[in-house]
Structure formats: C-alpha cells, structure tokens
C-alpha cells in the first residue's frame, strides 16, 4: 500500500511546504516551512494541497502531483528533452506533455523522469521543449 501524504502551495504566503496535520472539520491545515523552519496553521481555502503520487523519480526524489518532470525522449536518430507536469486524471497521475499533447501513465516512465521545480515556485519550466 502506498503512503499518503500531501503538501500544500500556501497562496497567500507564496511557498510549498509539508503538511502533517489536515483537519476537514475545522478547516485547518498544518504546514512546515521547511526551508525556514516554521510551522503554519492555514485554511484549507488559502492552500492548493498536492498529493503525493507513491512514487520517486530516477534521483529518488518523491514526486507529487503539481510537480514538475523532466524527460528525455530518444526516438531514431533524434533525442530530445521535455519538462511537464504531473497531474491526477481519470483516477490516476499522468505525465501531461502539451507540446505533443499526450498524457502518459507516470508509472509507465516514472524511472525516466526527473523533479526539477513544480507549477507553483517554477511555472515557466513548463511545457519546456529542448532538442
């Protein structure tokens, strides 16, 4: 069975921290900083939560849905590289590539991807396109 947990996109105070306590009754969601150390109690309106996907990238990074991937895709005599997002469709988590508009199973490329940002902190590396 895989591990559920989330973190949370806090809009009003603009970061992306782990959430150990989610209360649906009064609202209220728990969330550390982690790069400051601190801890938030924040309403459950004022976050973007984002599940974890139970699965790690080619770094063994944990990868979460709103996570941004990098690939890399070698098809005859070409190789090129595309950054997308994670995102949960249709009951499950997918690889949303809008540059050729496909949406790939993430367990089918899990071990050749890689985190590089997410949706939130980094949204211009989306739907990055290198050859």
Not at 32 to 41: P, W
Not at 87 to 92: L, S
């Amino acid at each position: 069975m895989r591990e559920i947990k989330f973190r949370a996109w806090s809009k009003d105070h603009k970061f992306m921290g782990n959430v150990y306590s989610l209360d649906f009754e009064t609202g209220l969601v728990k969330v550390e900083h982690v790069q400051k150390g601190t801890t938030h109690t924040l309403g459950i309106s004022n976050v973007s939560l984002r599940q974890f996907t139970g699965m790690k990238d080619q770094n063994d990074k944990e990868i979460y849905e709103g996570d941004l991937v990098k690939e890399t895709h070698i098809v005859p005599e070409e190789r090129f590289v595309t950054v997308c997002p994670i995102e949960f469709v249709d009951a499950m988590f997918i690889i949303n590539d809008g540059n050729f508009g496909e949406q790939t199973p993430l367990h089918e490329n899990v071990y050749g991807c890689e985190v590089v940002g997410n949706i939130y902190e980094t949204p211009e590396l989306a739907n990055v396109f290198e050859e």
